[in-house]
């Protein structure tokens, strides 16, 4: 039996680098920055939460490498 071959990445999704660059400049809207704050882990612009949490988390979605998703504490 074949597989379905869905995509698994957002890369096989047809993504860009570039894409992964809108995503985080769209995140570091001031106009999210009350979202932001409401999360389950709440999350900061000036303090560099997107860079630090998003960003790598987005980069593992578009590579498949689960390993660089930052853990965080609750």
């Known amino acids: 039996m074949e597989g379905i071959r869905l995509p ?3 890369k096989d999704c047809g993504a860009t680098p570039a894409h992964l660059d809108k995503m985080i400049r769209a ?3 001031p106009q999210l920055k009350m979202k932001l704050n409401q999360m ?10 997107i ?3 998003i960003r790598p988390t987005l980069e593992a979605a578009f590579s498949g490498d689960f390993e ?3 853990k965080i504490d609750i």
Request: charged content about 30%; cysteine-free.
């Open 40 to 49: 389950p882990v709440p999350m900061d612009v000036e303090r560099g939460d």
């Open 51 to 53: 860079d630090r949490l």
């Open 27 to 29: 995140a570091k809207n």
């Open 68 to 70: 660089v998703i930052p």
């Open 8 to 10: 698994t990445t957002l």
